[in-house]
């Protein structure tokens, strides 16, 4: 196992500590069963308190990254955070509630006739305007997601003259587009050429892709394909019984 890593500077302490553990896990420095730095150690090497430290560490198994156990001592966990399937999620939001630095990057921006290939997906009418997106997600630098994105100009005409430099488009959307109905598809797909370089990983490697698409009142508001690498990413749903 390599040394404990520089802290960043950005923000409290615990959350710096908590970014300088899980970089190697996400990078895989540290595989599934790696012993994390016992508590005294990384205290030391970041001369923080204990309750800092226990903290950092506290949020990290939170989040599924890590698992604390009474022989074993603290080891990176065999499964990536889960997130509920439910739902539409802000993935920036939840870098940051996480504690993590989040950012993003347009890659990519045009607008479309709803009768291209690559626009079809959102399902309306030949002569739609559609604007298409690629963006691509970080997690502390680390490459999270990739999301393709398509959004009904003729139901949200404001988003052409948005140039989405300051927030996301998701995030953007959530906040100022109504919707009233919502479906997702998850499936999992190896990576592609393109997919494998902007995430940094191999070709082939598993990905877990989510098809969102979300309308308002029968109208197409946008559909988005966002693809995660399968170590990074997990969805977890929960059902009760119709026999309470």
Excluded at 1 to 27: C, F, S, T, Y
Excluded at 161 to 188: C, K, M, Q, Y
Aim: hydrophobic share 40%; aromatic share 6%.
């Amino acid at each position: 196992m390599r040394d404990l890593e520089d802290l960043d500077g950005q923000g409290p302490l615990w959350q710096q500590i908590r970014r300088a553990l899980i970089r190697p896990i996400n990078d895989g420095t540290w595989p599934p069963g790696t012993k994390i730095p016992k508590e005294l150690e990384i205290m030391e090497r970041y001369g923080a308190a204990r309750m800092t430290v226990h903290r950092a560490l506290r949020t990290l198994a939170g989040e599924g990254m890590i698992t604390r156990k009474r022989r074993a001592g603290t080891v990176v966990a065999e499964r990536p955070p889960e997130r509920p399937l439910l739902e539409i999620w802000d993935i920036g939001a939840e870098v940051e509630r996480l504690g993590g630095v989040y950012s993003f990057g347009i890659l990519s921006r045009e607008t479309l006739d709803s009768a291209d290939p690559r626009a079809i997906a959102l399902g309306l009418d030949e002569g739609s305007p559609v604007l298409r997106l690629l963006v691509r997600h970080f997690s502390d630098g680390t490459a999270l997601q990739i999301e393709e994105r398509l959004i009904n100009l003729a139901a949200v005409p404001v988003a052409a003259e948005v140039d989405f430099a300051a927030e996301a488009p998701g995030t953007w959307l959530v906040r100022n587009v109504p919707w009233t109905d919502a479906e997702h598809v998850i499936s999992a797909e190896e990576a592609t050429r393109d997919i494998a370089r902007l995430l940094s990983i191999r070709v082939g490697t598993a990905c877990l892709v989510v098809e969102r698409r979300t309308w308002n009142d029968g109208e197409p508001i946008t559909w988005a394909r966002l693809v995660h690498p399968g170590d990074r990413r997990r969805l977890v749903g929960r059902f009760r019984s119709g026999n309470d």
